[in-house]
């Protein structure tokens, strides 16, 4: 069973709108959370991150919200821009150490002019 | 700014094949990772390791070793590929508590 799900594989959204992606996760120990982006022909990148003891994170028109309750994060980007067209992938991690880092199947994102 | 340099974009092996995946870095990480990347499933932790010649499993080890002579190359090894090893790999580093820098992946198919 995933223990990271990203439930939406797909969104569109026009130019200059939020988007909204969305990451559930299943395992309480969890203590950390990143995104990362990933184009066509190249590995993913890291985005932004957050740690439990937050509830929010931001990075310029990148912003990650913690819901620890419901064991729910979601980034926004806002405006979105046509260059944010790509896929997004939710990870989680007990502890910020890369070897247990679980990550999402990831939301494509295409950004519309 | 970090590379890490994957050998091959793209590979086509046959069943039975021994096939080689190869990985540097440049930027003296001590931890390098191997993944796949399948669809609907994410990423998936194939090995790791945190110093030379030290390695440990991750989740999906089965058909796979690794090897990491050096600090800088981190070597994934597929003794007899199947058919079920066609994916995409991604090598990865990282020191301790930093994000993971990703390679642009290997693409590799077996027939």
């Known amino acids: 069973d995933q223990q990271v799900k990203q439930n939406s594989p797909s969104l569109s959204v026009q130019e200059g709108r939020i988007s909204i992606l969305n990451c559930d996760y299943t395992n309480s120990m969890f203590d950390y959370f990143l995104w990362y982006k990933k184009y066509p022909a190249e590995g993913p990148t890291f985005l932004i991150s957050i740690s439990s003891i937050k509830d929010k994170n931001e990075d310029g028109r990148f912003t990650v919200f913690l819901n620890k309750s419901a064991k729910h994060l979601s980034l926004h980007i806002v405006p979105s821009q046509p260059g944010d067209s790509a896929v997004y992938f939710c990870a989680a991690s007990v502890g910020n150490y890369g070897q247990n880092f679980v990550f999402g199947p990831g939301t494509r994102l295409s950004v519309l002019p | 700014d970090v590379k890490v340099t994957q050998s091959s974009r793209y590979l086509v092996k046959r069943t039975g094949e021994k096939v080689f995946l190869e990985c540097v870095q440049d930027?003296?990480?001590?931890?390098m990772f191997w993944y796949r990347q399948d669809p609907g499933l994410g990423l998936r932790l194939i090995y790791f390791?945190?110093?030379?010649?030290?390695?440990e499993k991750g989740d999906i080890p089965e058909g796979y070793s690794v090897s990491r002579e050096k600090k800088e190359r981190f070597s994934l090894i597929l003794e007899s590929a199947s058919t079920n090893q066609t994916s995409m790999y991604l090598c990865?580093?990282?020191?301790?508590?930093?994000?993971?820098?990703f390679g642009n992946g290997t693409r590799l198919t077996v027939t």
């Open positions: 390791s945190y110093d030379v010649k030290m390695k």
């Open positions: 930027m003296d990480h001590e931890n």
């Open positions: 990865a580093s990282s020191l301790d508590s930093t994000p993971l820098h």
